[in-house]
Structure formats: C-alpha cells, structure tokens
Nanobody, 126 residues
Framework: QVQLVESGGGLVQAGGSLRLSCAASGRTFNTYPTGWFRQAPGKEREFVAAINWIGANPAYADSVQGRFTISRDNAKNTLYLQMNSLKPEDTAVYYC???????????????????WGQGTQVTVSS
C-alpha cells in the first residue's frame, strides 16, 4: 500500500499563500490518480482538487477554482497544492489521497480513493 505524508500546513493571514506537499512511497505512485480533500471542524470531508496520473486534467471544487493549483512531480513521488488568496473559510485539515489503480481516472468522491495521508492543518486568520 502506498504511504502518503503531507507537509506545508500552517497559520497564514487572509490573502496569503501556502504550498502543501504530499510525499508518497512506492514505485507505482506515478500511475495513480490523486487528489486533495479537506475537513473543517464539524463538517464532512470535502473535495478540493484532483489530478490524473500524468499530471494532466486537473479538477477543482468551485470554492477554490482560480485560487488553488494542484500539480505533481512523478520523479519525486510528490503531489502539491498551491493555495493563493486564502480565505478564513479555507481553514481545515487538508488530506492527500491516491487511488491504487494504475491509470484510472480521477473523481471528486472521497470513497474512490484507497490511500490517505494523516492530514496537515491549515489555518487562515482574518
């Protein structure tokens, strides 16, 4: 099973930026579709962004479209989420996820993904 470890979270003021990273183990990570999800206190986990195995066809939640950018570097086995123009409502624990099925497409449903990181806290102050 692929192991995922997020980093890069922290406290930032509204309007600021952060870049999250998700380091993956395993030689076949570069064939898996991947995504980012987030969960705020008292709320369900929600889709943020997804990208396919080759780093193409990114998809975004409406709430982050135009502000966040998902990317991946398969040579480094790493998934990224660049977050700009952050808002207080972006405050949540952010999780990276992978579906351990080579060359599958991406989806926005959390049940679709089979491996998850432990999460990294992002707090945006007003």
């Amino acid at each position: 099973q692929v192991q995922l470890v997020e980093s890069g979270g922290g406290l930032v003021q509204a309007g600021g930026s952060l870049r999250l990273s998700c380091a993956a183990s395993g030689r076949t990570f570069n064939t898996y579709p991947t995504g980012w999800f987030r969960q705020a206190p008292g709320k369900e986990r929600e889709f943020v962004a997804a990208i396919n195995w080759i780093g193409a066809n990114p998809a975004y939640a409406d709430s982050v479209q135009g502000r966040f950018t998902i990317s991946r570097d398969n040579a480094k086995n790493t998934l990224y989420l660049q977050m700009n123009s952050l808002k207080p409502e972006d405050t949540a624990v952010y999780y990276c996820a992978a579906r351990e099925a080579a060359y599958d497409s991406t989806r926005s449903q959390s049940w679709y993904y089979t491996s998850w990181g432990q999460g990294t806290q992002v707090t945006v102050s007003s």
